[in-house]
T-cell receptor
């Protein structure tokens, strides 16, 4: 079975400092992994995804994530936080395909606060 | 393209009432899903469809029905609303174009309150 654990429910950083949102996963086979962002009262937007190509994945808005199989981790980073990065972030793993459809399994989310 | 659209945006129901949440997509995607979002629990899959006429249960299907008569539409029905169904509901769709098979596109959500 697949599962996702986001290690921090809340992260607070100052504008201009690095961001690190941590995610560990469990999967019985080679997974696809995603990070989605949700701004207040909005839907979810895909930030980036890993699908067994390069282990360092670059996404939108300066975010990137590194897939580390030995550590079963997929942490999200950004060198310099911006006020507009304040949102909730979800780490997601794709489950086993069923009828061609890959169910997504969501972590509980990490709320990122950015202070001036 | 409008992407994934959901109506209504907000809804208040009394316990026992029924209603249908609408979802439509104009990307010709085969796969469509319904999720509910509750604080501290991420999104949980309610039902999904791999094509017109084919639906299956997700993680939390009780109290909800779905059908998929067309590729574009995937309505979610609450037969007898309960306070435990107070949540934010998201519809999503995805296709099978190479390299984008798992990428799901989400609608803006429906915030439902059951009193």
């Amino acid at each position: 079975a697949q599962s996702v654990t986001q290690l921090d429910s809340h992260v607070s950083v100052s504008e201009g400092t690095p961001v690190l949102l941590r995610c560990n996963y469990s999967s019985s086979y080679s997974p696809s992994l995603f990070w989605y962002v949700q701004h207040p009262n909005k839907g979810l937007q895909l930030l980036l995804k890993y699908t067994s190509a390069a282990t360092l994945v670059k996404g939108i808005n300066g975010f990137e994530a590194e897939f580390k199989k030995s550590e079963t981790s997929f942490h999200l980073t950004k060198p310099s936080a911006h006020m507009s990065d304040a949102a909730e972030y979800f780490c997601v793993v794709s489950g086993a395909p069923s009828g061609g459809y890959n169910k997504l399994i969501f972590g509980a989310g990490t709320r990122l606060a950015v202070h001036p | 393209n409008a992407g994934v659209t959901q109506t209504p945006k907000f809804q208040v129901l009394k316990t026992g009432q029924s209603m249908t949440l609408q979802c439509a997509q104009d990307m010709n995607h085969e796969y469509m899903s319904w999720y509910r979002q509750d604080p501290g629990m991420g999104l949980r899959l309610i039902h999904y469809s791999v094509g017109a006429g084919i639906t299956d249960q997700g993680e939390v299907p009780n109290g909800y029905n779905v059908s998929r008569s067309t590729t574009e539409d995937f309505p979610l029905r609450l037969l007898s609303a309960a306070p435990s169904q107070t949540s934010v509901y998201f519809c999503a769709s995805s296709g099978t174009t190479s390299g984008r098979r798992n990428e799901q596109y989400f609608g803006p959500g429906t915030r439902l309150t059951v009193t």
